[in-house]
T-cell receptor, first 112, second 115 residues
């Protein structure tokens, strides 16, 4: 049972446009959500997070939106840059558990 | 740089041999995690420590796998009698371990290839 799902394995966008990456979760106990970026042969790098008490968190070009009723979150990157090309992982955790549960990732390609 | 450090970065071993990976977490972090990642999948949780106590182990962690964090600082992950299915990237991560907003920070990973 995969509790965190990223249904789009890949996404391709033009430089300067918006990239929207989506993530769905099934466990209603999750109360903290994170996005990571991963380049080949490297470990995931933390990008941005959001607590379940918020519905939006913004950091520069990156904004995460949380829809608790739909159990859905999304990462918006505006404007997209070629250096953003990487695999993006969504993760979720809850207060009483130590671990984070990850989705299988979406490969973003930003074309110049 | 005081990020999470892993050693070795790459390991090729013959099936049946034992391997050990080391992780040094961010110094002020009291939680340490081990994850495993294979191609096309996200990181899969293996185990985590709060200081020196191992608080949770995944069912993925067979009895050939053992992890330790003897002094609550660095950790080792040992795989005994390696199998080809153990080939993966082994990721270590650490966090402050607060009850909410628990952001984990990963190291560069240790690639294991079992031939």
């Amino acid at each position: 049972d995969q509790q965190v799902k990223q249904n789009s394995p890949s996404l391709s966008v033009q430089e300067g446009r918006i990239s929207i990456l989506n993530c769905d979760y099934t466990n209603s106990m999750f109360d903290y959500f994170l996005w990571y970026k991963k380049y080949p042969a490297e470990g995931p790098t933390f990008l941005i997070s959001i607590s379940s008490i918020k519905d939006k968190n913004e950091d520069g070009r990156f904004t995460v939106f949380l829809n608790k009723s739909a159990k859905h979150l999304s990462l918006h990157i505006v404007p997209s840059q070629p250096g953003d090309s990487a695999v993006y992982f969504c993760a979720a955790s809850h207060t009483n558990a130590g671990k984070s549960t990850f989705g299988d990732g979406t490969t973003l390609t930003v074309k110049p | 740089d005081t990020g999470v450090s892993q050693d070795p970065r790459h390991k090729i071993t013959k099936r049946g041999q034992n391997v050990t990976f080391r992780c040094d977490p961010i110094s002020e972090h009291n939680r340490l995690y081990w994850y495993r990642q294979t191609l096309g999948q996200g990181p899969e949780f293996l185990t985590y420590f709060q200081n020196e106590a191992q608080l949770e182990k995944s069912r993925l962690l067979s009895d050939r796998f053992s992890a330790e964090r003897p002094k609550g600082s660095f950790s080792t992950l040992e795989i005994q009698r390696t199998e080809q299915g153990d080939s993966a990237m082994y990721l270590c991560a650490s966090s402050l371990g607060v009850n909410s907003g628990n952001t984990i920070y990963f190291g560069e990973g240790s690639w294991l290839t079992v031939v």
